[in-house]
C-alpha cells in the first residue's frame, strides 16, 4: 500500500519555504506598518458560521466545504476563510461594546473543495485583513492601500484594482429585483445552477463562469449605477481618496464577489503575471456581518489573498532573488576522536547562537566537503586528532578560501566568526 497525499493539499518543501517566509514576511511588515494585530483562530468551526455568514446560496457553502460530524454529531467545518471566524472571535471577546474598532490580520490554511489547478488547491493559505467599527471611506482606501502596498514590497508589478459598489442592504435588493428582470427572459438559455441562483440570489449568476451564461451577464445592468445617495457619497469618497494615493482603479459595475456579505465597497486585486482568470487578492466590507451573528450594527470590511498564487509570481516572474539561508559553520572531522571533538563543539556553538552542522553519516572527507558546500557554509573547520589534541585549527572562509589558524576554544571560535579576527 502507498499513502498518497490528499488531492489538491501540497507539501511546502524545504527548497520552497524561502519563498513563502518572503511572502509570510511581507504580510507581517505591512500589518506593522499600517497597526493591524495578528488574530489567529481554529481551523475547525461550527458549519452553521459559514452558512449564515457566507450564505446558503454561495459556491464556498453549497459545494466546496469540507464538513463531518464531531464524535457527538455536531457538523463542524474546516474553515474555507477567515471572516466569519474574525467576526466570531469579536463578538466572543465582547468586542462590540468593549473595544469596538479593531484592525486585525491573519495567516494561515483554508480550505474548499474545488477543482485543483495551478493556484487554486483545496488546502490553500491565505493572508488576510479585517478592520471592524467604523464606516469612514478612509478605512476603505487604507484596506486597499494596504494590498497594494504588500504586493509592492514583494517587487509585484502588473497590477490591476478592479472596483466596485454594491451598496447597503436596501441597494442590493433592488439590484437583485433588477437583476431578476435582466436574467428572467434567458433563463431557458442559462445553466442549471444559475437557475436555482435567480430565485436564491440572482447576484451569485454574476459570478457564474458556466460559458453559455457569459453574454446575459455581460449585458447585465451594473450595482453602482443604482446605489442611494449615502453609499453613492461612499463610494465616491472612497474613489477621491485612492485618486489621493496615486492608486490607480477601474471601476467593474457587475463585480459582486462571491460570498453574500459584502456591502458596499468590493474590490479585487489581479497581476498580469498570473493571467486574467486568477485573483490575486479580494475583499470589501460587509456591514451587516456583526448583525447576522447577534451582535449590534458594527461595519466591517477587509481582504484576503492567497499565498500560493504570490509564490507562483515570486517564483517565475517578480523580480527578486531568494537569499539562500546558509550555515555559519560546518566542521568536517577525521576520525573518533576528531568527531567526538566536533560533536562537542557544535553544540557549544548552537547554544550561543551559531548555525552549526557535521556530518551524522562518518563518511569521507570529501563527501563531507561537498556537504559544506551544499549547505552554504560560510566557514569551514577540519578537525582531526591533532586538532582535538592541539585544541587549535585552521578555519577557512569559503568564500574568499582564506585559512586561518584560530583557538578551538568556544570563545576564539565565536569572536572569530562574528569579527573574523
Ligand atoms: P475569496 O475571494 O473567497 O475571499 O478568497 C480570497 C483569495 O483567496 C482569492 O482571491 C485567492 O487569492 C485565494 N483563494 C481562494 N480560494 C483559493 C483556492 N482554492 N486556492 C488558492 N487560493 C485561493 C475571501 O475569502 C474573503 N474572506 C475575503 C475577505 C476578507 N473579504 C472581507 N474580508
Same mark, same amino acid.
Given at each position: 500500500?502507498?499513502?498518497?497525499?490528499?488531492?489538491?493539499?501540497?507539501?511546502?518543501?524545504?527548497?520552497?519555504?524561502?519563498?513563502?517566509?518572503?511572502?509570510?514576511?511581507?504580510?507581517?511588515?505591512?500589518?506593522?506598518?499600517?497597526?493591524?494585530?495578528?488574530?489567529?483562530?481554529?481551523?475547525?468551526?461550527?458549519?452553521?458560521?459559514?452558512?449564515?455568514?457566507?450564505?446558503?446560496?454561495?459556491?464556498?457553502?453549497?459545494?466546496?466545504?469540507?464538513?463531518?460530524?464531531?464524535?457527538?454529531?455536531?457538523?463542524?467545518?474546516?474553515?474555507?476563510?477567515?471572516?466569519?471566524?474574525?467576526?466570531?472571535?469579536?463578538?466572543?471577546?465582547?468586542?462590540?461594546?468593549?473595544?469596538?474598532?479593531?484592525?486585525?490580520?491573519?495567516?494561515?490554511?483554508?480550505?474548499?473543495?474545488?477543482?485543483?489547478?495551478?493556484?487554486?488547491?483545496?488546502?490553500?493559505?491565505?493572508?488576510?485583513?479585517?478592520?471592524?467599527?467604523?464606516?469612514?471611506?478612509?478605512? /476603505?482606501?487604507? =484596506?486597499?492601500? +494596504?494590498?497594494?502596498?504588500?504586493?509592492?514590497? @514583494? $517587487?509585484?508589478? !502588473?497590477?490591476?484594482? *478592479? &472596483?466596485?459598489?454594491?451598496?447597503?442592504?436596501?441597494?442590493?435588493?433592488?439590484?437583485?429585483?433588477?437583476?431578476?428582470?435582466?436574467?428572467?427572459?434567458?433563463?431557458?438559455?442559462?445553466?442549471?445552477?444559475?437557475?436555482?441562483?435567480?430565485?436564491?440570489?440572482?447576484?451569485?449568476?454574476?459570478?457564474?463562469?458556466?460559458?453559455?451564461?457569459?453574454?446575459?451577464?455581460?449585458?447585465?445592468?451594473?450595482?453602482?449605477?443604482?446605489?442611494?445617495?449615502?453609499?453613492?457619497?461612499?463610494?465616491?469618497?472612497?474613489?477621491?481618496?485612492?485618486?489621493?494615493?496615486?492608486?490607480?482603479?477601474?471601476?467593474?459595475?457587475?463585480?459582486?464577489?462571491?460570498?453574500?456579505?459584502?456591502?458596499?465597497?468590493?474590490?479585487?486585486?489581479?497581476?498580469?503575471?498570473?493571467?486574467?482568470?486568477?485573483?490575486?487578492?479580494?475583499?470589501?466590507?460587509? /456591514?451587516?456581518? =456583526?448583525?447576522? +451573528?447577534?451582535?449590534?450594527?458594527?461595519?466591517? @470590511? $477587509?481582504?484576503? !489573498?492567497?499565498?500560493? *498564487? &504570490?509564490?507562483?509570481?515570486?517564483?517565475?516572474?517578480?523580480?527578486?532573488?531568494?537569499?539562500?539561508?546558509?550555515?555559519?559553520?560546518?566542521?568536517?572531522?577525521?576520525?573518533?576522536?576528531?568527531?567526538?571533538?566536533?560533536?562537542?563543539?557544535?553544540?557549544?556553538?548552537?547554544?550561543?547562537?551559531?548555525?552549526?552542522?557535521?556530518?551524522?553519516?562518518?563518511?569521507?572527507?570529501?563527501?563531507?566537503?561537498?556537504?559544506?558546500?551544499?549547505?552554504?557554509?560560510?566557514?569551514?573547520?577540519?578537525?582531526?586528532?591533532?586538532?582535538?589534541?592541539?585544541?587549535?585549527?585552521?578555519?577557512?572562509?569559503?568564500?574568499?578560501?582564506?585559512?586561518?589558524?584560530?583557538?578551538?576554544?568556544?570563545?576564539?571560535?565565536?569572536?572569530?566568526?562574528?569579527?573574523?579576527?
Amino acid at each position: 500500500m502507498s499513502y498518497e497525499r490528499i488531492r489538491g493539499m501540497y507539501d511546502v518543501l524545504p527548497d520552497e519555504t524561502g519563498w513563502w517566509k518572503m511572502a509570510e514576511g511581507a504580510m507581517i511588515e505591512t500589518a506593522r506598518c499600517y497597526n493591524y494585530r495578528e488574530i489567529r483562530f481554529p481551523i475547525v468551526e461550527y458549519t452553521e458560521l459559514f452558512a449564515r455568514g457566507m450564505g446558503e446560496a454561495t459556491d464556498i457553502v453549497g459545494k466546496e466545504m469540507y464538513t463531518f460530524p464531531d464524535r457527538k454529531g455536531r457538523s463542524l467545518t474546516l474553515r474555507p476563510e477567515g471572516t466569519a471566524s474574525v467576526v466570531r472571535a469579536y463578538l466572543n471577546q465582547g468586542w462590540q461594546t468593549q473595544a469596538p474598532f479593531q484592525k486585525l490580520f491573519y495567516i494561515g490554511p483554508m480550505f474548499r473543495y474545488e477543482k485543483p489547478q495551478k493556484g487554486r488547491c483545496r488546502q490553500f493559505h491565505q493572508f488576510g485583513i479585517e478592520a471592524l467599527g467604523s464606516l469612514d471611506p478612509s478605512l /476603505d482606501a487604507e =484596506v486597499i492601500s +494596504f494590498a497594494w502596498s504588500m504586493m509592492d514590497r @514583494l $517587487g509585484i508589478g !502588473g497590477l490591476r484594482l *478592479r &472596483l466596485n459598489s454594491i451598496g447597503c442592504s436596501e441597494d442590493r435588493e433592488k439590484f437583485r429585483d433588477l437583476l431578476r428582470q435582466h436574467f428572467s427572459p434567458s433563463l431557458d438559455r442559462m445553466c442549471t445552477d444559475c437557475n436555482r441562483r435567480i430565485d436564491e440570489n440572482p447576484l451569485r449568476i454574476l459570478d457564474c463562469k458556466e460559458k453559455q451564461c457569459q453574454a446575459t451577464i455581460e449585458a447585465a445592468p451594473g450595482s453602482a449605477a443604482h446605489l442611494c445617495e449615502d453609499c453613492a457619497d461612499h463610494f465616491s469618497e472612497v474613489r477621491g481618496l485612492l485618486d489621493l494615493l496615486g492608486l490607480d482603479y477601474e471601476i467593474e459595475p457587475r463585480l459582486v464577489r462571491g460570498i453574500d456579505y459584502y456591502t458596499r465597497t468590493v474590490f479585487e486585486l489581479m497581476s498580469v503575471d498570473l493571467g486574467s482568470q486568477d485573483t490575486l487578492l479580494g475583499g470589501g466590507r460587509y /456591514d451587516g456581518l =456583526v448583525e447576522t +451573528f447577534g451582535g449590534p450594527p458594527t461595519p466591517g @470590511l $477587509g481582504f484576503a !489573498g492567497g499565498f500560493e *498564487r &504570490l509564490v507562483i509570481i515570486l517564483q517565475e516572474h517578480a523580480d527578486v532573488k531568494l537569499v539562500e539561508e546558509g550555515l555559519d559553520l560546518f566542521l568536517a572531522t577525521l576520525g573518533a576522536e576528531g568527531r567526538r571533538y566536533a560533536f562537542v563543539l557544535a553544540e557549544s556553538l548552537r547554544k550561543v547562537g551559531v548555525s552549526v552542522d557535521i556530518d551524522h553519516r562518518n563518511r569521507s572527507l570529501r563527501k563531507q566537503l561537498t556537504l559544506a558546500n551544499q549547505l552554504h557554509a560560510g566557514h569551514l573547520l577540519v578537525i582531526g586528532e591533532d586538532e582535538a589534541a592541539s585544541k587549535t585549527g585552521k578555519i577557512k572562509q569559503m568564500d574568499s578560501g582564506e585559512e586561518v589558524e584560530i583557538s578551538l576554544e568556544i570563545d576564539a571560535v565565536v569572536n572569530f566568526l562574528r569579527e573574523g579576527a
